[in-house]
T-cell receptor, first 116, second 109 residues
Framework: GAGVSQSPSNKVTEKGKDVELRCDPI?????LYWYRQSLGQGLEFLIY????????KSGLPSDRFSAERTGGSVSTLTIQRTQQEDSAVYLC??????????????FGPGTRLTVT | SQQGEEDPQALSIQEGENATMNCSYK?????LQWYRQNSGRGLVHLIL?????REKHSGRLRVTLDTSKKSSSLLITASRAADTASYFC?????????FGKGTLLTVNP
């Protein structure tokens, strides 16, 4: 079946511009996650959606970052007034179930964001 | 903050040899997972071991978990050039995964 898809695969933007990154999770997966991976670093948790519950935004690095998930499926991560330190690979993942009996997360191919 | 810490940071071996990577973590977990990443893009789930399990096998992969020492190891047997990748452990205390910085494994043909 189809995996997690992300678009665009690469995005180059000028400092100060806004960008939108899209994630299509696996159909039926109720949990959706956004992570960020900077060069040579591990993955940094950004935000988590589970069903209709309020999202966990505790990982968002600043108020320039926001995300929404429409209809419990597609998610958009928006970065306003981009800065050079926002350059990273943004990864989306989904899982069938979250909580104490969580299942493995399935990752998309990522969006490589470069802020010039 | 990162909880999982992989060791070593980089490992280079010859094809056919075994590769062992270790992971240490700090707080209690529900499960621990290992992922592989090729070329800095999407991660692929390899194996999940629950906190009440001590060892798990999947093909050429063997994972151990010692909750008393808060550590895990990933063994890849009979390595292949295609196993060249970064390997991350991820701990799950509730729902979100906390990843370490990974081990870069290079398998030379």
């Amino acid at each position: 079946g189809a995996g997690v898809s992300q678009s665009p695969s690469n995005k180059v933007t000028e400092k100060g511009k806004d960008v939108e990154l899209r994630c299509d999770p696996i159909s039926g997966h109720t949990a959706l996650y956004w992570y960020r991976q900077s060069l040579g670093q591990g993955l940094e948790f950004l935000i988590y959606f589970q069903g209709n519950s309020a999202p966990d935004k505790s990982g968002l690095p600043s108020d320039r970052f926001s995300a929404e998930r429409t209809g419990g499926s597609v998610s958009t991560l928006t970065i306003q007034r981009t800065q050079q330190e926002d350059s990273a690979v943004y990864l989306c993942a989904s899982s069938l179930l979250a909580g104490p009996s969580s299942y493995e997360q399935y990752f998309g191919p990522g969006t490589r964001l470069t802020v010039t | 903050s990162q909880q999982g810490e992989e060791d070593p940071q980089a490992l280079s071996i010859q094809e056919g040899e075994n590769a062992t990577m270790n992971c240490s973590y700090k707080t209690s977990i529900n499960n621990l997972q290992w992922y592989r990443q090729n070329s800095g893009r999407g991660l692929v789930h390899l194996i999940l071991i629950r906190s009440n399990e001590r060892e798990k096998h999947s093909g050429r992969l063997r994972v151990t978990l010692d909750t008393s020492k808060k550590s895990s190891s990933l063994l890849i047997t009979a390595s292949r050039a295609a196993d060249t990748a970064s390997y991350f452990c991820a701990t799950d205390g509730s729902y979100k995964l906390t990843f370490g910085k990974g081990t870069l494994l290079t398998v030379n043909p």
